[in-house]
């Protein structure tokens, strides 16, 4: 993918990465697909957690990593289609699960360890690289490939660097 647009954040522990996945939330539209990548224990599930809240997920809705269940599906403003590949060995078994059909769905897409499939994934998307600098200190990358996607860029919470 070459970003249109490139941003970054630092968060100093679990409760701002959920805030910043919030603020990203309610920019969000149907049709968006979000890549997230980082380590194990990296944060992207927190991350996604906000994000959901932001995207007005029913608030009794548990969000939870769907690493052994490949996804899940949340009502919200627009139905949230969260998957995630850590367990998955081929793209093909990502298409298995109905990858495209859920892309095409008119919500909004996350996908976590999408960068083992990268060749699969929709041109058009925003990547998430959460990069693990200290005990509870995130940077958060982000590239957008498309123009559409760079109101992302936009969320700032006051104290933040970015």
């Known amino acids: 993918m070459q ?16 805030t910043l996945g919030m603020c990203l939330g309610r920019q969000a539209r149907p049709g968006d697909f ?3 990548y980082g380590p194990l224990g990296a944060g992207k599930t927190t991350f996604i ?31 949230l289609y969260h998957f995630d590949f850590y367990r998955l060995l081929r793209a093909e078994d990502v298409l298995d699960i109905g990858f495209d059909d859920y892309c095409e769905a008119g919500g909004v897409v996350i996908a976590e360890w999408a960068d083992k499939f990268t060749e699969i994934l ?37 104290g933040w660097e970015v």
């Open 122 to 158: 929709p041109a058009k998307r925003l990547e998430l690289a959460i990069e693990i600098l200290a005990t509870a200190r995130r940077a958060i990358h982000v590239a957008a490939s498309d123009i559409a996607y760079a109101r992302y860029l936009h969320c700032t919470v006051e």
């Open 34 to 36: 979000i890549a997230c």
């Open 3 to 18: 970003p249109v647009v490139k941003g970054r954040w630092l968060t100093h522990n679990a409760e701002d990465t959920r």
């Open 49 to 79: 957690q906000g994000f959901a809240q932001g995207l007005e997920v029913t608030p009794d809705a548990y969000v939870r990593s769907p690493t052994f269940t490949l996804m899940h599906e949340y009502d919200g403003r627009c139905p």
